[in-house]
């Protein structure tokens, strides 16, 4: 499959226009196994000055990429085991971002399997940990311009644009009700329970 990479004018740089382009684009991971790419089907926003942004108590060593330029791939670690992939978003130093919950695997997928030890392709990515685990995407890729880098990437989607829904965000208690998640309706591959998805 062949994969057009998007010019930094094709995305938007305001946190909720960002968490919505990015629905139908592919994320793309070149490693020295191979490529391995999916659709982006969910996504959360997380805002300047919002509780539940990383950025919110300021800057620091851990999220120091969220308040650089927008488009950079912001990487952590949760629970000690899973990393999830974010990118910035808004100008510098406004501390903010998207965090990428869900991909459709469209390419690599029997290398996704192995690095996830499963045979269920709609569980591959169906979650922020496990899309990470599936590219290979952990804390050594943080602060890179995924626009501009080799190893990952950002593709255009070539799809027909996509039914968006919006809902609450997922594993969070703070400012929990505001409703910046967007998933394209209708995806197998979306994460949480059904009730938070409907077509």
Not at 30 to 53: M, Q
Not at 71 to 99: M, W
Not at 111 to 133: Q, S, V
Request: hydrophobic content about 35%.
């Amino acid at each position: 499959m062949t994969f057009d990479r998007l010019r930094p004018d094709q995305l938007p740089t305001e946190t909720r226009a960002l968490a919505r382009a990015l629905l139908g684009c592919v994320v793309v991971r070149e490693s020295d196994e191979g490529i391995t790419a999916g659709r982006i089907v969910e996504t959360e926003a997380y805002l300047p000055g919002d509780p539940a942004c990383h950025g919110y108590s300021g800057r620091s060593r851990r999220n120091a990429t969220l308040f650089g330029p927008p488009h950079r791939a912001y990487v952590y670690q949760i629970y000690g085991t899973s990393y999830c992939f974010n990118l910035s978003s808004e100008p510098d130093g406004k501390g903010a971002g998207v965090l990428v919950r869900a991909l459709e695997p469209v390419e690599g997928i029997a290398l996704m399997r192995k690095r996830r030890a499963t045979e269920k392709t709609r569980d591959l990515c169906r979650g922020p940990g496990r899309l990470c685990r599936a590219l290979a995407i952990d804390r050594s890729l943080d602060g890179i311009d995924v626009l501009t880098h080799r190893q990952l990437w950002l593709a255009d989607g070539g799809e027909p644009a996509m039914r968006v829904r919006r809902s609450r965000r997922i594993g969070i208690t703070r400012a929990a009700e505001r409703k910046l998640r967007f998933y394209a309706a209708g995806s197998p591959f979306v994460s949480g329970t059904a009730r938070l998805s409907p077509a």
